[in-house]
């Protein structure tokens, strides 16, 4: 199972291991992804907000 904790800082796990999410700005995009609540995010939606 994949988890993502969006609370605080930005973290992620498969099971019970922490998985390593990049650099700042691929964070960013998964914030983004995360904060669409399984909506579509337009490239121009993304461009504006990241």
């Given at each position: 199972m994949v988890r993502l904790r969006?609370?605080?800082?930005?973290?992620?796990?498969?099971?019970d291991?922490?998985?390593?999410?990049?650099t700042f700005l691929q964070r960013?995009?998964?914030a983004r992804l995360v904060a669409g609540s399984?909506?579509?995010v337009s490239a121009d939606?993304?461009?504006e907000d990241l």
């Open positions: 969006v609370l605080g800082q930005l973290a992620s796990s498969v099971g291991a922490p998985v390593e999410l990049g960013a995009v998964i399984g909506h579509i939606r993304f461009i």
